[in-house]
């Protein structure tokens, strides 16, 4: 009996390890990407390390080695150590640090962002990450897209959620004229694929191949690349507090880009 036991619990356990490992995404032209695209961008991170033709650590007008500054009031200082591959993801890992100086002041938590600014850049395109959100107040994870030419707007947001609220989605885009928002709840914790089809003059947002909104970008019509970060407080998310578990990470297995 005590033998049927232990077997049951080993069994319940590899069956939890197997549900928190990420699922690839095909390499077969992806619901939603227009007739004859072909993949010209594509991510797996299941190499033992970075893959530094493909993604930078930071943001492009910061230096790589030394960080980057925080926007919107947040407390993180994005450092390139915070960016973990293991088990086919790469890990965006918040942690608490002794104040870092820089330019925005000291920071008492340091966390990952890759981008692939300078890397690799487009304009149009179907665009999917494979990913899974941390829980704890104040952590902001996000998916998104900013022009080449660095200028601010347009960007384009396939993903923002806040640790408080992990299992609502966010979904933005910021043009010349204004703001616009979709919010999907009740979205579950493990791994889904958050995608966005950019068009001229249109882009549509998907979660796990189904449609759950569609805006008009008339102005959105630059290169533009892709970003991954974990912020940590700010204005959107708050102040993380003291449940809030820390290292957190942000998790990411697969990143697509489609074009016709």
């Known amino acids: 009996m005590r033998s049927l036991l232990v077997l049951a619990v080993v069994a319940t356990v590899a069956a939890q390890v197997v549900a928190c490992e990420p699922a690839p995404l095909p390499i077969d ?37 030394g960080g980057v500054g925080a926007d919107h009031s947040e407390l ?23 104040a870092v100086r820089g330019p925005n002041g000291g920071k008492r938590f340091v966390s990952g962002m890759l981008t692939t600014a300078s890397r690799f850049e487009f304009r149009y395109g179907f665009v999917q ?11 902001w994870p996000a998916l998104w897209l900013l022009p080449a030419d660095e200028t601010n707007p347009p960007e384009i947001d396939a993903l923002e ?39 001229p003059g249109r882009i549509t947002y998907f979660i796990d191949g189904v449609v759950r909104w569609v805006v008009a970008a008339f102005d959105c019509n630059k290169p533009m690349y892709l970003l991954m970060n974990l912020a940590v407080g700010g204005d959107y998310p708050g102040r993380p507090d003291d449940a809030t578990p820390f290292p957190s990470s942000f998790d990411v297995a697969d990143v697509q880009v489609w074009r016709t």
């Open 161 to 199: 959620a806040v640790g408080q609220d992990p299992t609502t989605a966010h979904m933005h885009y910021h043009g010349r004229v204004g703001t616009f928002g979709k919010t999907v709840p009740n979205v579950s914790r493990s791994w889904h694929t958050y995608a966005v089809n950019w068009q």
């Open 29 to 65: 032209r992806p619901v939603g990407a227009p007739s004859g695209s072909r993949l010209v961008f594509h991510s797996s991170f299941d190499g033992a390390s970075l893959d530094r033709t493909a993604w930078r650590s930071g943001l492009p007008w910061y230096p790589e080695s």
């Open 76 to 98: 993180q200082w994005y450092r390139p150590l915070q960016a973990r591959i293991r088990d086919g993801a790469v890990h965006l890992v918040a942690e608490r640090a002794s």
């Open 129 to 139: 990450f494979r990913a899974r959100v941390p829980a704890g107040r104040g952590l």
